[in-house]
């Protein structure tokens, strides 16, 4: 789990989740409009709250592609 969360914070520093986020076709793609699509807890911008929420989106983005 670390390691994803890890890896997403440096996406996220790149700005690649956005551009991950679009492939899937969810829009808008903040963070904070992905977060309440998928009931994800949020205090944006707080870089723990941000790190844990970007590796639950992750999980569950990561779920939906093997469904």
């Known amino acids: 789990l670390w390691l994803i969360i ?10 690649m989740h956005r551009k991950a986020i679009a492939q899937f076709g969810y829009s808008p793609n903040k963070l904070s409009d992905c ?10 911008h707080e870089a723990l709250s941000d790190a844990r929420a970007c590796a639950k989106l992750y999980l569950n983005l990561m779920q939906d592609q093997r469904m």
Do not use: D, E
Not at 6 to 15: E, I, S
Not at 35 to 44: G, S
């Open 6 to 15: 890890q890896r997403f914070v440096a996406a996220q520093k790149l700005g």
């Open 35 to 44: 977060c309440a699509r998928f009931n994800i807890p949020l205090q944006h």
